[in-house]
Every structure is written in structure tokens, then in C-alpha cells.
């Protein structure tokens, strides 16, 4: 954070001080003063931090693009599909990936799902006692990110390694070279599939590529496996563990879970609103556009806070609350427009699976020791949430 000479507070999302709390402090103050702000860093950029701003932006893939990258500034000189893409080649990619990310698809998994679940829990259930991230807000994603892409045990241990080694790394030069490296493993996974194929997702990918005429190359197929594999299992972790705090330090809440089960979908969209595991995305515009009064021009950056635009009042009843029956919550957790995020009825469905069998079988868990959160530049300094949380029951 820092001060604009002109314009006042600015949001800066590598600044090391950039805790939650004064996240969330810094948010209130640019929605009342200064919804549309500016920072000279990294190029410059706008940040946009009020609920109508930052939907209206990401629903206008015309004129505030997406190819200029997820990250400000860029981890890779390449583009990460489909998220950096628009159309047509982002709609070619959404169908590269439409068998795993499909509502149906999620369904299909839930009993697999849930069966993972109760063997987590198995694990610690008699101790009395667990670490809820390791033990089951991390693991629980990633074994159905290798039941969906068919892949083996050594496979998710090496997902995990890289996108720890990212998550560390991404707020300086050292990430391009951890992309690097994960590209390259994606690579050789191809060349293998090619030459060996089996049953699974990523000898499909391969196949569909060249049949379908995307035609993409490796490199372009190594970098989307690169964030379907790390964002699609940490950004979900960040959900599941945040609502878990929730439900820890919160009791009473868990009791009327446990009363009204139905009320657990809505609760989980509530914490997805009110900690919103990814704070920003960004655009590029492709035109100039004025926004709050603001002239943006052509090729300048836009900054989308969705963790702002979550705790915006002007959309949202009671803001800084947790109202876990709030309807309708049309939060921006999973983005919106053409980029809302391909997996998030398989996250909502894997938390919701997490959530309901922990209230059955380790009712009443509460906070047993230091919570540990997300450090400010942690995947580079967008991820705000729980990366350590012990309980007792």
C-alpha cells in the first residue's frame, strides 16, 4: 500500500503488508473514495474495487481483455488457456476441458468424492484431533484432481511440490523459472500419452487438440494443465479452509448446520463472499473507456478486486457480517462473464461434501492452536486465506 500524491490510498498487490485484515481496511477506503484508482508499479494499472464496476468489467470481454495475462506483472512469457484467452480461442479451450469441469461431471464424482472425504477423516477421527489443512482441505482437491485426469499417486505428489514452489515464488523473477520447469513436465507427460495411450484425460487432451483443429502446441497445452492443476486444487483448499475457520470458531453456526442441513450451500457461498479465496484478477483494455469518472486509455491494465467488490454495501446487506441464509448472494468469488471459473461447481461440490461429513462425524470442532494464514505475496499476492488449522473435538 502506498500513498498517490493526487489520488490517495493505492492497492498494490505485492505490498508485503497486505495481511487480510488490512486488505479489507484498504478496500473500504478506495470503494468510498476512490473506486477507480490508480498505481504507477509494474507498468501501471487501474484497480476497480466497487460490486457493479467489477462485475460490469469482467462481463465486458470486448473491451477489457483478458489476453494480457493473469498476473501483474507477467510469471511466463506465454499465456495460460483459457483464462488469458477471449474468443474464439478461449471457447476452443473451454471445450478442450468441458468433460472435467461440467456440472454433470462434478455429480458424477460426488461419491468418489465423499469417499475420500471419510477416508481423510479416518485418519485422524480417533485422535481427537487433526490439522484441517493438511489433513483434508488440501489432500481432498488433489486426489480428485488425479481422479479426474487419471493420473497416478507420484503425479499428485509432484502437482503439490510445484505449485507450493509457485505459490512461494510468484511475486518474483524465480516463478518463471518454476513455469518453466512445470511446463516441461507437462511435456513429457504428452510425449508419453502419445506414444502410450491410456483411458484418461490427458491422452483425450491430446487427441482433441489435434482432431477438434485447435492445433495448439504443447507449450500452449503444457502452461493450461499448468493453472487448471495448481489453481484448480489450491484455490478450492483456500474455500474449503476458510469455511472450516468459520465453522470452528463459530459453534453456534455449526449447530445450525447440523439442525438445517440445507443451510449449508448458502453458508459456504457466504464465507466464499466474505473471504474470498482470490482477490484479483486483471484485464487489459482494448479501447479507451471511461469508469468512475476516471479516462482509462488503450493497452493500460485493470486491476478487478472481487475480494472489494464481495464486501461492497452498496450490493450486499450487512457486508462485513457472515449471514450464512443470505439470498440471493450474488458474490464474484468464481468471477463472472466468460471467465467465470471453468471448476466451480466442482469446488463448491467438494466443499460442501467436506463440510457436511465433518459436521456428521466430528461435531462440535473448535480452534486447538496458532491459525496460520496466507502470507501477503502468496501466489503472487492474490491468495488470502488458511494455511494452518488445528482443531480438538
Known amino acids: 500500500m502506498g500513498e498517490n500524491g493526487q489520488r490517495g490510498p493505492v492497492f498494490d498487490p505485492h505490498s508485503p503488508d497486505l495481511s487480510p ?88 464424482l460426488e461419491p468418489r468424492i465423499r469417499a475420500t472425504v471419510n477416508e481423510l477423516v479416518d485418519g485422524f477421527v480417533d485422535r481427537g484431533s487433526a490439522e484441517l489443512v493438511e489433513e483434508l482441505a488440501i489432500p481432498l482437491p488433489l486426489d480428485v484432481i488425479t481422479q479426474l ?15 507450493l514452489e509457485f505459490l512461494q515464488h510468484a511475486s518474483g523473477p524465480e516463478g518463471r523459472d518454476v513455469i518453466e520447469r512445470v511446463c516441461r ?5 504428452f510425449e508419453d500419452r502419445r506414444a502410450n495411450p491410456r483411458d484418461d484425460f490427458v491422452t483425450g487432451l491430446v487427441r482433441a487438440n489435434e482432431e477438434d ?19 484448480g486444487h489450491d484455490s478450492t ?17 455449526q449447530q445450525r448446520l447440523i439442525d438445517e442441513p440445507t443451510l449449508v450451500t448458502s453458508t459456504i ?22 469508469l468512475a469518472g476516471e479516462q482509462m486509455k488503450a493497452g493500460e491494465r485493470v486491476i478487478l478486486l472481487f475480494a472489494s467488490a464481495n464486501r461492497d454495501p452498496e450490493a450486499f446487506d450487512r ?9 440471493p448472494n450474488r458474490h464474484l468469488a468464481f468471477g463472472a462473464g466468460i471467465h467465470t471459473c471453468p471448476g466451480m461447481a466442482l469446488a463448491k461440490l467438494e466443499i460442501r461434501a467436506a463440510v457436511e461429513e465433518v459436521l456428521r462425524r466430528i461435531p462440535g ?5 496458532e491459525v496460520e494464514r496466507t502470507d501477503p505475496l502468496e501466489g503472487g499476492g492474490r491468495h488470502l486465506g488458511v494455511r494452518r488449522l488445528p482443531v480438538t473435538w
Open 21 to 108: 485484515e488490512r486488505a479489507y481496511r484498504l478496500y473500504a477506503e478506495l470503494r468510498s473514495g476512490c473506486p477507480v484508482s490508480r498505481g504507477e508499479q509494474y507498468g501501471g494499472y487501474w484497480a476497480v474495487s466497487r460490486y457493479a464496476d467489477v462485475k460490469a468489467v469482467a462481463s465486458d470481454h470486448a473491451t477489457y481483455s483478458s489476453t494480457g495475462g493473469v498476473y501483474v506483472p507477467a510469471v511466463s512469457d506465454h499465456r495460460f488457456p483459457p483464462i488469458d484467452y477471449d474468443p474464439p480461442e478461449h471457447s476452443a479451450f473451454r471445450r478442450l476441458i468441458a468433460p472435467l469441469t461440467s456440472g454433470a461431471a462434478a455429480k458424477a
Open 149 to 163: 485426469y487419471g493420473l497416478e499417486a507420484r503425479h499428485t505428489e509432484d502437482i503439490r511440490g510445484y505449485s
Open 185 to 189: 513436465y507437462w511435456i513429457d507427460l
Open 213 to 231: 483443429g485447435l492445433g495448439a502446441d504443447d507449450e500452449t497445452l503444457a502452461n493450461m494443465m499448468f493453472i487448471l492443476t495448481y489453481a
Open 237 to 253: 483448499a483456500l474455500g474449503l479452509s476458510n469455511t472450516l475457520l468459520h465453522l470452528a470458531e463459530h459453534p453456534d453456526v
Open 269 to 290: 457461498d457466504e464465507v466464499l463472499r466474505y473471504e474470498t479465496p482470490l482477490h484479483w484478477f486483471p484485464r487489459r483494455l482494448t479501447a479507451d473507456a471511461c
Open 319 to 327: 457486508p462485513d457480517e457472515v449471514v450464512i441464509d443470505r439470498r
Open 365 to 369: 470442532f473448535r480452534v486447538a492452536g
